[in-house]
């Protein structure tokens, strides 16, 4: 799945990605698609963790606000498991999400976030919408990682 027009034969993704892009952190928000096969998920992610980790960059593993695995949450536990297993900063999305109307999903298709495109934190309806919650907490643990990388 790698772009051939920028990356190297036989280089995967997240290699090409990191290689082109130098990043010190991040972020891995990955489950909603993958139901059924928790085995395959958590080693894929640990090895994608492994790998980053290899190359000095700090994984930061997110959870996700739907349940299309159904009601055992499997996919963010696995995630919150490999964050504790590997020492890695989690932003545990799911836990914000579930504070949201609909956990801030749009109702229409039951994957993807209700959206707020004004940007605007100081209406209250942003507080109400997936996408906007969503980027406000990223940013947040942002920030929360570069205060802990940069005492």
């Known amino acids: ?11 995967g993704p ?18 909603s ?4 096969v928790p085995d395959l998920f958590k080693q894929s992610m640990q090895d994608a963790l492994t790998y980053c980790i290899q190359q000095g960059v700090v994984p930061i593993i997110g959870t996700k606000a739907d349940r ?4 055992g949450n499997i996919n963010n536990n696995i995630l919150r498991e490999l ?10 999305f799911d836990i914000v999400a579930q504070t949201l109307p609909n956990s801030g999903i749009d109702p229409t298709d039951g994957t993807h ?3 707020y495109y004004a940007h605007d934190y100081t209406d209250p309806i ?3 919408k997936g996408h906007a ?18 005492p």
């Open 1 to 11: 799945w790698a772009d051939e027009s920028q990356c190297e034969p036989n280089e």
């Open 14 to 31: 997240l290699p090409c990605e990191i290689r082109l892009h130098n990043p010190s952190v991040i972020i891995f928000r990955l489950g």
């Open 33 to 36: 698609n993958d139901v059924g």
């Open 68 to 71: 299309h695995e159904g009601e």
């Open 83 to 92: 964050a504790a297993s590997n020492n890695l900063p989690l932003w545990d």
């Open 113 to 115: 976030m209700t959206f």
């Open 126 to 128: 942003a507080f109400t």
């Open 133 to 150: 919650v969503h980027n406000l907490t990223a940013l947040i643990m942002l920030d929360r990682v570069w205060q802990v990388l940069n």
